[in-house]
């Protein structure tokens, strides 16, 4: 099915009557349709429906309204009038256009759907399942991540049509335009709107200036569009159609040369007969290619593209880019980039509603299979004008990494038209992959047997905290014992687990120095391991240690206290038992005493350091539970009686003890 672009293809067809008084007399919306006055027709056409009162005779009105407004680029009515028409009996036509309407409006679900019952009650079903493929491929490039972003240049957009921003000088662009500003007092009986001229406009302090018109000379009541350079600026090929001359009709190429003062009046350029329109050029940068569309006879559809080389004489015979580039649809708007790569627009490939632009790799003397660049540059509205300003970032520290312009109608511009800026920018997502574990015992219910390795634990809840504790995320291992958060740039966090019946735990993880320009996803993993709580379970932690007579924590066995802190933290329902020990010299009630004593010393340094102190019980043992054989008139020496100066820990809440073990290096201070 043909889609015609609504405002700039409006020189596809005949203008004449358009924009100057006619000498036909308008008395119904056949005769405006016929001549092309969509602007005119409906008014017509919604007063013949409502005047019509048989249902068989208002069907086809239905459809007449609903292709007005489609041409007339009102998507949502020309939807509506489409669906009145199937209301009444409209047929396999009018589900088509309406599928069609809903896909150009990024309704791709319903036009699925409306594409799917199409093939099934249609001869033309393939036509369906195409464009069925098509909205649930454009769904799927929706959801893809994207690092282009897509802004409109409110800046010199207009409510009537933007379109075609090319560079001009150095910070200076030119565009075509039919805002109010354009030359002459006629409307296009198309658009309502007037005809197009070019426009430039200068970037200041990253800041468009307001529009002026380009030049006198160029310029006319006439349409002027969609300029080109040659590189030094002092050369333009733009698109001129006279639609107040009865003769000619069409639109062509013209040129002009800059004379350092003016711009001289613009000559035709007859690269094809005059009943052939034009549209479009681009001259490459070295000047020997001129690219353009036309609707010449002979081509694969409505208009394709043509390349022209530069001869002695002018230029060359056209030569059509071929089957691979043009359909039986519309092709338009050739661009090529610096390695003279083809990027173009086209309504007859595979996309996402109207006109898609799509790229297309040179390769010797021909192009690669072009290829959609997808969303964000596409949308279900018409796409084109695409051109590339920058290919990579200035500088070390340049996070735009590639850049430029297009034209789109899509929802949400000013105009019926409007221009684009895109930028894709140096943009890294973390992805923190981890997994929960724990031990596998031989025999699964006696921790003292032998640890087969690690296994998953599922149902862990994982929390992803800033290194203040303030905690941003959280989840559920699942079945694998797997968890995934997104991070940001720069950062680092905390990573904490825990599950009933087992001891908490945590780790750290940094996004520090680890961004990427090359790659989009940095994916970063952890594993933690939790220990189970078994019942009678003796836990080894480090010991505490007491210099001889004395209750006073040692600077090493606060640094032993200061890096078990996250435990408490991150078992905040363990109520701990904090026992202390002593040596067996002295008597058996000054050891009780000094023990108890060293066990409150522990309590006081932890509630110092914010653990509640209902969590935690002091405990003295005295010289009860030695760890060697150094009790009551056996003779040891300082280093064994050093090892029983202790402070070990329990889980009370639990019943299961925190056995301390000792640390490779033990300081002994002499006895005084």
Same mark, same amino acid.
């Given at each position: 099915?043909?889609?015609?672009?609504?405002?700039?293809?409006? @020189?596809?067809?005949?203008?004449?009557?358009?924009?100057?008084?006619?000498?036909?007399?308008?008395?119904?919306?056949?005769?405006?349709?016929?001549?092309?006055?969509?602007?005119?027709?409906?008014?017509?056409?919604?007063?013949?429906?409502?005047?019509?009162?048989?249902? &068989?005779?208002?069907?086809?009105? =239905?459809?007449?309204?609903?292709?007005?407004?489609?041409?007339?680029?009102?998507?949502?009515?020309?939807?509506?009038?489409? *669906?009145?028409?199937?209301?009444?009996?409209?047929?396999?036509?009018?589900?088509?256009?309406?599928?069609?309407?809903?896909?150009?409006?990024?309704?791709?679900?319903?036009?699925?759907?409306?594409?799917?019952?199409?093939?099934?009650?249609?001869?033309?079903?393939?036509?369906?399942?195409? *464009?069925?493929?098509?909205?649930?491929?454009?769904?799927?490039?929706?959801?893809?991540?994207?690092?282009?972003?897509?802004?409109?240049?409110? =800046?010199?957009?207009?409510?009537?049509?933007?379109?075609?921003?090319?560079?001009?000088?150095?910070?200076?662009?030119?565009?075509?335009?039919?805002?109010?500003?354009?030359?002459?007092?006629?409307?296009?009986?198309?658009?309502?709107?007037?005809?197009?001229?070019?426009?430039?406009?200068?970037?200041?302090?990253?800041?468009?200036?307001?529009?002026?018109? $380009?030049?006198?000379?160029?310029?006319?009541?006439?349409?002027?569009?969609?300029?080109?350079?040659?590189?030094?600026? /002092?050369?333009?090929?733009?698109?001129?159609?006279?639609?107040?001359?009865?003769?000619?009709?069409?639109?062509?190429?013209?040129?002009?040369?800059?004379?350092?003062?003016?711009?001289?009046?613009?000559?035709?350029?007859? #690269?094809?007969?005059?009943? #052939?329109?034009?549209?479009?050029?681009?001259?490459?940068?070295?000047?020997?290619?001129?690219?353009?569309?036309?609707?010449?006879?002979?081509?694969?559809?409505?208009?394709?593209?043509?390349?022209?080389?530069?001869?002695?004489?002018?230029?060359?015979?056209? !030569?059509?880019?071929? +089957?691979?580039?043009?359909?039986?649809?519309?092709?338009?708007?050739?661009?090529?980039?610096?390695?003279? %790569?083809?990027?173009?627009?086209?309504?007859?490939?595979?996309?996402?509603?109207?006109?898609?632009?799509?790229?297309?790799?040179?390769?010797?003397?021909?192009?690669?299979?072009?290829?959609?660049?997808?969303?964000?540059?596409?949308?279900?509205?018409?796409?084109?004008?695409?051109?590339?300003?920058?290919?990579?970032?200035?500088?070390? %520290?340049?996070?735009?990494?590639?850049? +430029?312009?297009?034209?789109?109608?899509?929802?949400?511009?000013?105009?019926?038209?409007?221009?684009?800026?895109?930028?894709?920018?140096?943009?890294?997502? $973390?992805?923190?992959?981890?997994?929960?574990?724990?031990?596998?015992?031989? %025999?699964?219910? %006696?921790?003292?047997?032998?640890?087969?390795?690690?296994?998953?634990?599922?149902?862990?809840?994982?929390?992803? /905290?800033?290194?203040?504790?303030?905690?941003?995320?959280?989840?559920?291992?699942?079945?694998?014992?797997?968890?995934?958060?997104?991070?940001? =740039?720069?950062?680092?966090?905390?990573?904490?687990?825990?599950?009933?019946?087992? $001891?908490?735990?945590?780790?750290?993880?940094?996004? /520090?120095?680890?961004?990427?320009?090359?790659?989009?996803? !940095?994916?970063?993993?952890?594993?933690?391991?939790?220990?189970?709580?078994?019942?009678?379970?003796? &836990?080894? !932690?480090?010991?505490?240690?007491?210099?001889?007579?004395?209750?006073?924590?040692?600077?090493?066995?606060?640094?032993?206290?200061?890096?078990?802190?996250? @435990?408490?933290?991150?078992?905040?329902?363990?109520?701990?038992? !904090?026992?202390?020990?002593?040596?067996?010299? +002295?008597?058996?009630?000054?050891?009780?005493?000094?023990?108890?004593?060293?066990?409150?010393?522990?309590?006081?340094?932890? #509630?110092?350091?914010?653990?509640?102190?209902?969590?935690?019980?002091?405990?003295?043992?005295?010289?009860?539970?030695?760890?060697?054989?150094?009790?009551?008139?056996?003779?040891?020496?300082?280093?064994?009686?050093?090892?029983?100066?202790?402070?070990?820990?329990?889980?009370?809440?639990?019943?299961?003890?925190?056995?301390?073990?000792?640390?490779?290096?033990?300081?002994?201070?002499?006895?005084?």
């Amino acid at each position: 099915m043909k889609v015609v672009h609504r405002s700039i293809l409006l @020189f596809l067809l005949i203008l004449v009557s358009a924009c100057k008084p006619t000498k036909f007399v308008i008395k119904d919306g056949k005769t405006a349709v016929e001549l092309k006055l969509f602007n005119e027709s409906l008014d017509f056409l919604l007063k013949e429906f409502n005047a019509e009162k048989d249902p &068989i005779k208002q069907q086809p009105k =239905a459809f007449a309204v609903a292709e007005s407004y489609r041409k007339f680029n009102d998507l949502a009515n020309a939807e509506k009038w489409y *669906q009145k028409c199937l209301d009444l009996n409209g047929g396999s036509q009018a589900l088509f256009m309406l599928a069609m309407m809903q896909k150009q409006q990024e309704k791709y679900a319903e036009a699925y759907n409306n594409f799917e019952k199409f093939q099934r009650i249609s001869s033309g079903g393939f036509e369906g399942r195409k *464009q069925a493929n098509q909205c649930r491929e454009a769904l799927e490039w929706k959801k893809e991540f994207s690092r282009i972003s897509v802004t409109n240049i409110e =800046a010199i957009n207009s409510s009537a049509s933007d379109y075609s921003l090319r560079p001009f000088k150095p910070n200076q662009f030119v565009f075509s335009s039919s805002r109010d500003q354009a030359t002459g007092s006629g409307r296009d009986g198309w658009t309502g709107e007037k005809f197009s001229d070019i426009f430039v406009t200068e970037l200041k302090a990253g800041s468009f200036t307001p529009p002026t018109s $380009f030049a006198t000379t160029l310029n006319t009541d006439a349409h002027e569009s969609s300029p080109t350079f040659s590189k030094d600026f /002092k050369e333009i090929y733009f698109i001129r159609c006279k639609p107040e001359d009865q003769s000619n009709q069409f639109c062509h190429l013209y040129y002009s040369a800059f004379n350092n003062e003016h711009w001289n009046e613009p000559v035709r350029v007859d #690269v094809f007969p005059d009943t #052939v329109n034009v549209y479009d050029p681009f001259l490459s940068p070295d000047g020997n290619l001129l690219l353009l569309s036309s609707d010449a006879p002979g081509g694969f559809g409505g208009t394709d593209l043509y390349l022209f080389n530069k001869i002695d004489t002018g230029w060359s015979a056209p !030569i059509n880019l071929g +089957g691979s580039i043009n359909t039986p649809e519309s092709e338009r708007f050739p661009w090529l980039d610096e390695k003279y %790569n083809l990027y173009f627009s086209s309504n007859g490939l595979p996309g996402m509603g109207g006109l898609d632009i799509f790229k297309s790799a040179r390769v010797k003397n021909s192009f690669r299979e072009p290829i959609n660049l997808k969303y964000p540059i596409n949308s279900g509205a018409d796409d084109f004008a695409f051109y590339i300003d920058k290919y990579k970032p200035d500088t070390e %520290n340049d996070t735009i990494l590639f850049s +430029g312009y297009f034209s789109s109608s899509r929802a949400g511009g000013k105009g019926k038209d409007d221009l684009y800026r895109f930028e894709e920018r140096w943009l890294n997502l $973390f992805v923190l992959r981890g997994k929960v574990l724990e031990k596998k015992y031989e %025999n699964p219910e %006696n921790p003292d047997s032998k640890v087969l390795g690690l296994k998953t634990l599922p149902k862990a809840k994982v929390e992803l /905290k800033m290194a203040d504790e303030r905690i941003l995320n959280a989840a559920f291992s699942d079945t694998g014992g797997n968890f995934i958060f997104r991070l940001e =740039a720069e950062t680092d966090y905390k990573i904490t687990a825990g599950k009933n019946g087992y $001891f908490s735990n945590n780790t750290l993880i940094t996004t /520090k120095g680890k961004r990427n320009k090359d790659s989009t996803y !940095i994916n970063l993993y952890t594993q933690i391991e939790l220990d189970k709580i078994f019942t009678q379970k003796m &836990i080894v !932690i480090p010991n505490i240690y007491y210099d001889y007579d004395k209750a006073t924590l040692r600077p090493e066995s606060k640094l032993v206290l200061d890096s078990i802190m996250i @435990f408490f933290k991150d078992n905040p329902d363990l109520t701990i038992e !904090i026992g202390s020990h002593t040596d067996s010299r +002295g008597s058996d009630e000054y050891n009780q005493k000094l023990s108890q004593a060293r066990a409150q010393s522990v309590v006081d340094y932890l #509630v110092e350091k914010q653990i509640p102190k209902d969590r935690l019980i002091a405990k003295g043992y005295g010289e009860t539970a030695p760890v060697n054989q150094c009790r009551n008139g056996v003779n040891c020496t300082e280093d064994e009686h050093q090892k029983n100066r202790r402070t070990t820990f329990r889980v009370a809440s639990a019943k299961l003890n925190l056995e301390s073990i000792e640390p490779e290096d033990i300081k002994v201070v002499p006895k005084e």
